[in-house]
């Protein structure tokens, strides 16, 4: 089955440092969601993306989908005490054909911000 | 209305109650999911119910039954659980791939 591979698994900075979540299928995607969990808290939508190459940004977070449709990173520049949590992406195989199949989640990045 | 509601948001309960969680959703979204995450670990999908049919099942035990009474609610039915089966379960509803996410039940079980 589909497996979505994301790294690191923790992430400790001091605030002001950059700080970036690489995402891998094994599978090419028809699309990729990035959520943001907060601690005690649920899934937060943070964008999707769903063409080629396609790079959006969101202030300081930048979300890239690879060439290949296989991957995906989130980079947020100069990390704030409020960027702490849980960062997954979440992707959505190509094959299948129906809008509302199986998101298979990455296991998360967890990132802790050092004031 | 761009939420998904759910409730209660903390439940108690021991390994011989019936309890149920709801979810409900008012953007129209066709599509609603159960989702079940342990602590530091992502959701993992339970059940999906598109035009209020379940559509994917994935192997959940029976003491788990979902139910969707119309296209705008959810409930997840639950019947002598395990104490592994303490956890945060998450509804969501999606519309054209993208799926938000309620702020779940944290469930415990005795």
Redesign the interface.
């Known amino acids: 089955g589909q497996q979505v591979m994301q790294i690191p698994q923790y992430q400790h900075v001091q605030e002001g440092e950059d700080f970036t979540t690489y995402c891998n299928s094994s599978t090419t995607l ?2 990729i ?1 990035w ?1 943001k969990q907060r601690p005690g ?5 943070l964008i ?1 993306l ?1 063409k080629s190459g396609e790079v959006k940004k969101q202030k300081r977070l930048t979300f890239q989908f690879g060439e290949a449709k296989k991957n995906s990173s989130l980079h947020i520049t100069a990390t704030q005490t409020t960027d702490v949590g ?1 960062y ?1 992406c ?1 992707g ?1 195989p190509s094959a299948g054909g ?6 298979t ?4 990045t ?1 990132l802790t911000v050092h004031p | 209305d761009t939420e998904v509601t759910q409730t209660p948001k903390h439940l108690v309960m021991g390994m011989t109650n019936k309890k149920s969680l709801k979810c409900e959703q008012h953007m129209g979204h066709r599509a609603m999911y159960w989702y079940k995450q342990k602590a530091k670990k992502p959701p993992e999908l339970m059940f999906v119910y598109s035009y209020e049919k379940l559509s994917i099942n994935e192997s959940v035990p029976s003491r788990f039954s979902p139910e969707c009474p119309n296209s705008s609610l959810l409930n997840l039915h639950l019947h002598a659980l395990q104490p592994e089966d303490s956890a945060l379960y998450l509804c969501a509803s999606s519309q054209d791939r993208l799926v938000i996410f309620g702020s779940g039940t944290q469930l415990s079980v005795l």
């Open positions: 028809s699309n969601q959520y808290g649920h899934p937060v939508f999707q769903v849980t997954f979440a959505r129906t809008s509302y199949g199986k998101l989640f990455g296991q998360g967890i």
